[in-house]
Nanobody
Framework: QVQLVESGGGLVQAGGSLKLSCAPS???????????KAWFRQAPRKDRALVAV????????YYADSVKGRFTISRDSAKNTVYLQMNDLKPDDTAVYYC???????????????WGQGTLVTVSS
């Protein structure tokens, strides 16, 4: 069953911005706040790579070097949603973006057992 639902992807020109959202579905909604959340991305013919992580409390965040200073991960507890604000987008940011959750902060795709279906971000030059 689907436990995470991403939205907000689309086509944008280089230099533009997008904001991705990720919300839980079904029974997972009641425990979503207990989990660390992460955004990964997978470009064609490449491995799924970590983009950003936020701890359960929101006090700790981590960013891949390639997005540091351009992307911001955040959460809204009242809306039970995690976001990825992406600014100054580049063609190399083109990928399917996935939301993931785990009871502990992790930095590998193998640390996460709960995933969304992904949302496509395409950045044109």
């Amino acid at each position: 069953q689907v436990q995470l639902v991403e939205s907000g992807g689309g086509l944008v020109q280089a230099g533009g911005s997008l904001k991705l959202s990720c919300a839980p579905s079904g029974a997972f909604s009641s425990t979503f706040s207990d989990y660390a959340k992460a955004w990964f991305r997978q470009a064609p013919r490449k491995d799924r790579a970590l983009v950003a992580v936020i701890s359960q409390s929101g006090d700790t965040t981590y960013y891949a070097d390639s997005v540091k200073g351009r992307f911001t991960i955040s959460r809204d507890s009242a809306k039970n949603t995690v976001y990825l604000q992406m600014n100054d987008l580049k063609p190399d940011d083109t990928a399917v973006y996935y939301c993931a959750a785990n009871l502990d902060v992790g930095y590998s795709r193998y640390d996460y057992g709960i995933w969304g279906q992904g949302t496509l971000v395409t950045v044109s030059s």
